[in-house]
């Protein structure tokens, strides 16, 4: 059975940091890329954060650039992505997401979520 599992959610203050992490299992993701996405109440699941298998490349949105770091464990099945200088709306469930196949940005596994709550 397949799983993703998030972690490192939680309550901090504008400015602060949090660092989410994502394990997965029941499968091989050594040749999966894995990216993180974020809903916030009342708004489509948008994304954060991408890190391809191969090479290790990074895609951020614009709005976290800068701010966040997506990285991969050395057994390439857990990623972490590093939250600095929050901000109010940055508030939102993240989730991990694997594509699998790798390079085709359509995620076949999605996490349950950990909420992120940054106060102002």
């Known amino acids: 059975q397949v799983q993703l599992v998030e972690s490192g959610g939680g309550l901090v203050q504008a400015g602060g940091s949090l660092r989410l992490s994502c394990v997965a299992s029941?499968?091989?993701?050594?040749?999966?890329?894995m990216a993180w996405f974020r809903q916030a109440p009342g708004k489509a699941r948008e994304f954060v954060a991408a890190?391809?298998?191969?090479?290790?490349?990074?895609y951020y949105d614009d709005s976290v650039k800068g701010r966040f770091t997506i990285s991969r464990g050395n057994a390439k099945n857990t990623v972490y992505l590093q939250m600095s200088s929050l901000k109010p709306e940055d508030t939102a469930v993240y989730y991990c997401?694997?594509?699998?196949?790798?390079?085709?940005?359509?995620?076949?596994?999605w996490g349950q979520g950990t909420q992120v709550t940054v106060s102002s």
């Open positions: 997401a694997a594509d699998m196949a790798g390079g085709r940005a359509t995620y076949d596994y």
């Open positions: 890190i391809r298998w191969s090479g290790g490349m990074t």
């Open positions: 029941g499968r091989t993701f050594s040749r999966a890329d």
